[in-house]
């Protein structure tokens, strides 16, 4: 863990119970004197160092040593427009994604996402948080959700289109937006929309899953 989120995180005295009392005592067995790192999230780019000063059978006292601005984010930005897939997929990959950098995902109900999946936006900002605390990352990924790859294309023009052709992803690409498609690709009629974008793939002889497809985009794009 990099730090810790808590709500009354920046306060001079910061009082602890329940789950994170319990991770910090009996998981991470921090004594007193130890200096613990904190962040607010509703200002998570300030560092916040407490001093833990006494400790109970329910609670733990900390009293604030220092803020400071500190700031940690990926140097590029990538934006993520993936067609719906089962949130359980998602699941398994959002914390990769997280850590790589990524810095929005759209979900799309493109023609072939199955209509009954539908993204679980409050479990994955959970995801997320535990996420942030474990790689020190200092701002929350974005969501958001379209109709369809239409609609999706006519707001973000630029964005290029991860499917099946011959050009290859180089190490040397860099851009914002990427599409992916859901299990089963792309229809015949959202392939002939698309056209009018650059598409490109991974060399890989491999077909990828989707969620597969999405960490390795990130990460070829990111790193």
């Known amino acids: 863990m990099i730090y810790l989120l808590d709500v009354n995180a920046g306060q001079d005295n910061l009082l602890l119970k329940g789950e994170n009392y319990k991770y910090l005592i009996k998981v991470r067995r921090h004594q007193e004197g130890d200096r613990v790192a904190f962040r607010n999230p509703q200002e998570i780019e300030i560092l916040h160092t407490y001093e833990l000063v006494s400790i109970e059978p329910r609670s733990a006292a900390f009293e604030l040593v220092s803020s400071q601005r500190l700031e940690v984010k990926a140097e590029k930005e990538l ?14 990959v959002l914390a990769s994604l997280n850590e790589i950098g990524v810095k929005k995902i759209s979900f799309i109900y493109c023609e072939r996402s199955q209509k009954n999946f539908k993204p679980d936006l409050k479990r994955y900002a959970r995801i997320l948080e535990a996420s942030n605390q474990q790689c020190g990352r200092t701002s929350f990924m974005e969501f958001d959700t379209f109709k369809s790859v239409a609609k999706f294309i006519e707001v973000y023009p630029d964005t290029k289109v991860f499917d099946f052709t011959q050009k290859t992803l180089g190490c040397e690409s860099d851009f914002k937006t990427v599409l ?24 890989t002889p491999m077909v990828l899953r989707s969620e597969s497809a999405a960490l390795a985009v990130a990460a070829k794009i990111l790193f």
């Open 79 to 92: 934006h993520i427009a993936w067609c719906v897939i089962d949130s359980k997929s998602v699941e398994k």
């Open 180 to 203: 992916i498609g859901c299990e089963g690709g792309f229809s015949p009629k959202e392939k002939e929309f698309l056209k009018q974008q650059e598409v490109f793939r991974l060399d």
